[in-house]
């Protein structure tokens, strides 16, 4: 079976590769601004803690209102990362990260929903802020993973758990005080004429976290490995979120000081290394394309490995060049091994995009053994993998929920597949929401926006509640889509 399915793989991904080659612009009629306005009022689907006046997805009422209580701090806010109700640091801060990258880069094409994006990403920093208010300290997570899993509850009536895991000095974690950092730094950017004094203060605190993140080395996957592992266990290493981190200080504070720790430390910190991987456990590839733009700008020569090591990625992901890390279905979906196929999708089709606009800019293509990549093919294989998404597949479906004719009615969702408190205001507890976990009805309660993990290599999806990695959402399924969503709405 398997060299079969390599054989398919490479099969479908050289018919890609013509078509992409043949047709300079795939039209498909898709609605990109219909689609970005949906995928970020997803993000009010995940919000936790009391809810904003302005709260658009009036299914959903204040949930957690007491986290952080049990340590003595305010916790409450942020956002629930999929379809539980357990606030993960480290996607939460990675989400917020591409969300700001996605503004800052694409901004300007959002339109009308560059309002309700930058209000996305405060919801992210306020919680953030609350997160590092302790010197030295940064709070992980919030919530008991095995007690929230052994129930299928709304967030309104939520009675599991409500642990509180931090990192300090004596149990470090710079993997998530690193991700912090560049979320932090990244939204600070956002912020520097919106709310220049809001915009400092992410920056002053996201300095201080980086420090933290660098002088108490270690994983938290170590410290914290009972209440983290294999939720969102960090198998890649801390060394590339250090560098992430130092990268995003960089661009926001244009400090000598993180380009020279980037200079000096991207060989220990092995900048080169698992370069093909881009997702809340891995940033070496959006590293070195985030590093690789000022290269291309012709004022950075000494981080010239960096675009070597992006051009390299680049190439990796394009269709008919064989690597052992990339496949594509014969619908045309890029597909890597693991869980949740669209968060590889997502994340590695914006970096595809954030770069044919840097090469754009600098009239560059990419080097790729006997032919060169130009930009417009590196668009066009990411507006191939949005197309997918929103409908342009083998089983003709969205998988965007509320987009579309034909979309999952099934997710994994705790609060989308329990009667919400407006239709069914008595509490539903731990093991009583079991039989809509079990039902084959559709989920009462639209969570408009999501796009769920979708299907592999075969473009099968069973639309079933108990298949979680092909029916769960995610926030950072959605957050890079931001960025892609909103250039397609304007160049399509």
């Given at each position: 079976m398997a060299g079969k399915s390599l054989t398919l793989s490479g099969l479908a991904a050289a018919i890609i590769l013509v078509m992409?080659?043949?047709?300079?612009?795939?039209?498909t009629g898709h609605d990109y601004r219909d689609a970005l306005k949906k995928s970020i009022l997803f993000f009010e689907g995940q919000h936790s803690g009391k809810l904003p006046p302005d709260q658009s997805l009036k299914w959903r009422r204040d949930s957690a209102l007491r986290d952080g209580s049990s340590a003595g701090v305010d916790l409450t806010g942020g956002y629930y990362d999929a379809g539980d109700n357990v606030k993960f640091g480290f996607p939460m801060a990675f989400t917020t990260t591409m969300m700001s990258w996605s503004v800052i880069d694409f901004g300007k094409t959002m339109g009308p929903e560059l309002e309700n994006a930058v209000k996305a990403?405060?919801?992210?920093?306020?919680?953030?802020?609350?997160?590092?208010?302790?010197?030295?300290?940064?709070f992980v997570q919030v919530g008991d993973a095995y007690s929230d899993h052994n129930c299928w509850e709304r967030p309104e009536d939520m009675d599991t758990l409500r642990t509180v895991y931090k990192v300090d000095k004596d149990h470090p974690g710079s993997e998530v005080a690193g991700e912090t950092a560049a979320a932090l730094a990244a939204a600070s950017i956002v912020f520097a004429k919106r709310d220049p004094a809001y915009s400092k203060r992410l920056l002053d605190?996201?300095?201080?976290?980086?420090?933290?993140?660098?002088?108490?080395?270690?994983?938290?996957?170590?410290?914290?490995?009972?209440?983290?592992?294999?939720?969102?266990?960090?198998?890649?290493?801390?060394?590339?979120?250090?560098?992430?981190?130092?990268?995003?200080?960089h661009k926001a504070s244009k400090k000598r000081v993180y380009r020279l720790y980037i200079v000096k430390n991207k060989e220990i910190l092995r900048a080169g290394e698992t370069i093909h991987e881009?997702?809340?456990?891995?940033?070496?590839?959006?590293?070195?394309?985030?590093?690789?733009?000022?290269?291309?700008?012709?004022?950075a020569d000494y981080f010239?490995?960096?675009?070597?090591?992006?051009?390299?990625?680049?190439?990796?992901?394009?269709?008919?060049?064989?690597?052992?890390?990339?496949?594509?279905?014969?619908?045309?979906?890029?597909?890597?091994?693991g869980g949740s196929n669209m968060q590889h999708v997502t994340s590695l089709s914006f970096l595809l995009l954030?770069?044919?606009?840097?090469?754009?800019?600098?009239?560059?293509?990419?080097?790729?053994?006997?032919?060169?990549?130009?930009?417009?093919?590196?668009?066009?294989?990411?507006?191939?993998?949005?197309?997918?998404?929103?409908?342009?597949?083998?089983?003709?479906?969205?998988?965007?929920?509320?987009?579309?004719?034909?979309?999952?009615?099934?997710?994994?969702?705790?609060?989308?597949s329990v009667p919400s408190v407006v239709d069914h205001p008595a509490r539903i507890?731990?093991?009583?929401?079991?039989r809509y976990f079990l039902s084959p009805n559709p989920n009462p309660n639209l969570l408009i926006g999501a796009v769920v993990g979708g299907p592999n290599v075969t473009d099968d999806f069973p639309d079933s509640r108990p298949y979680f990695q092909l029916t769960e959402p995610t926030t950072y399924i959605n957050a890079p889509l931001l960025g892609l969503l909103s250039y397609f709405s304007a160049h399509a």
């Amino acid at each position: 079976m398997a060299g079969k399915s390599l054989t398919l793989s490479g099969l479908a991904a050289a018919i890609i590769l013509v078509m992409l080659l043949l047709s300079p612009e795939i039209c498909t009629g898709h609605d990109y601004r219909d689609a970005l306005k949906k995928s970020i009022l997803f993000f009010e689907g995940q919000h936790s803690g009391k809810l904003p006046p302005d709260q658009s997805l009036k299914w959903r009422r204040d949930s957690a209102l007491r986290d952080g209580s049990s340590a003595g701090v305010d916790l409450t806010g942020g956002y629930y990362d999929a379809g539980d109700n357990v606030k993960f640091g480290f996607p939460m801060a990675f989400t917020t990260t591409m969300m700001s990258w996605s503004v800052i880069d694409f901004g300007k094409t959002m339109g009308p929903e560059l309002e309700n994006a930058v209000k996305a990403i405060k919801w992210g920093t306020d919680y953030l802020l609350k997160a590092t208010a302790i010197p030295s300290v940064v709070f992980v997570q919030v919530g008991d993973a095995y007690s929230d899993h052994n129930c299928w509850e709304r967030p309104e009536d939520m009675d599991t758990l409500r642990t509180v895991y931090k990192v300090d000095k004596d149990h470090p974690g710079s993997e998530v005080a690193g991700e912090t950092a560049a979320a932090l730094a990244a939204a600070s950017i956002v912020f520097a004429k919106r709310d220049p004094a809001y915009s400092k203060r992410l920056l002053d605190r996201a300095a201080r976290v980086f420090a933290f993140a660098n002088k108490y080395r270690g994983a938290y996957s170590d410290s914290l490995r009972q209440a983290v592992c294999p939720f969102y266990c960090n198998f890649n290493g801390y060394e590339d979120e250090l560098l992430w981190g130092a990268a995003w200080l960089h661009k926001a504070s244009k400090k000598r000081v993180y380009r020279l720790y980037i200079v000096k430390n991207k060989e220990i910190l092995r900048a080169g290394e698992t370069i093909h991987e881009f997702g809340w456990d891995n940033k070496h590839a959006g590293i070195n394309v985030l590093i690789s733009k000022m290269v291309l700008m012709g004022k950075a020569d000494y981080f010239q490995s960096f675009k070597q090591n992006a051009d390299e990625f680049i190439c990796s992901l394009l269709p008919g060049i064989s690597h052992p890390q990339v496949e594509y279905s014969l619908g045309g979906l890029l597909v890597k091994s693991g869980g949740s196929n669209m968060q590889h999708v997502t994340s590695l089709s914006f970096l595809l995009l954030t770069y044919s606009n840097y090469l754009s800019h600098a009239k560059k293509v990419v080097p790729c053994g006997q032919f060169s990549a130009s930009p417009a093919l590196l668009r066009q294989v990411a507006k191939r993998q949005v197309d997918y998404i929103l409908g342009d597949n083998p089983m003709k479906m969205s998988y965007m929920v509320g987009y579309g004719s034909r979309f999952p009615q099934r997710i994994h969702h705790r609060g989308s597949s329990v009667p919400s408190v407006v239709d069914h205001p008595a509490r539903i507890g731990c093991k009583e929401g079991s039989r809509y976990f079990l039902s084959p009805n559709p989920n009462p309660n639209l969570l408009i926006g999501a796009v769920v993990g979708g299907p592999n290599v075969t473009d099968d999806f069973p639309d079933s509640r108990p298949y979680f990695q092909l029916t769960e959402p995610t926030t950072y399924i959605n957050a890079p889509l931001l960025g892609l969503l909103s250039y397609f709405s304007a160049h399509a």
